[in-house]
């Protein structure tokens, strides 16, 4: 539960750091699309799996990148996506991706407290019901025999 609440909230921190990191909006140029598999989606059946190469400009250097796209597009086909002005990286600045990511960061972050909460109860009332229970007797050697009180 405390790997998944981890997992959960460093990949909001990252998709919220990728967003603040890609601040120009860029026109984003596709060619060389291609089928190059299929998935199954449970809802639609089979679906193709495609990838484009993009080509843009940031800051007057040019870069390019084979990756996944929606479709098939033809040649020359424009998309508008934010790059980062410092090394070309790209996102969509999909803010539904951070919400959906941080609500299911906020909701194992938030089992993973109360998962630790009641072990630390749990923890707590055995040590409690420890110092409460007398010592076990000690044996002598004058004592010694059947274990019983005399």
Do not use: N
């Not at 909001?12 to 291609?34: H, N």
């Not at 800051?59 to 790059?83: C, M, N, Q, S």
């Amino acid at each position: 539960m405390v790997l998944a609440a981890v997992v959960t909230t460093g990949g909001t921190v990252e998709q919220v750091l990728l967003r603040a990191r890609t601040t120009e909006p860029v026109s984003i140029e596709l060619s060389g699309c291609r089928v190059t598999g299929q998935r199954w989606d449970e809802g639609a059946g089979p679906e193709d799996e495609v990838e484009c190469r993009y080509v843009w400009s940031v800051d007057g250097r040019t870069f390019d990148e084979v990756r996944p796209a929606d479709k098939v597009h033809p040649d020359g086909h424009r998309i508008r996506l934010w790059a980062s002005s410092k090394g070309g990286e790209l996102d969509e600045h999909s803010w539904q991706t951070v919400a959906a990511m941080g609500l299911s960061a906020a909701v194992v972050d938030g089992l993973a407290l109360l998962a630790g909460a009641g072990a630390w109860r749990r923890v707590s009332r055995r040590r409690a019901e420890r110092r409460d229970v007398a010592a076990e007797p000690v044996l002598t050697t004058g004592r010694a025999g059947t274990g019983r009180d005399r």
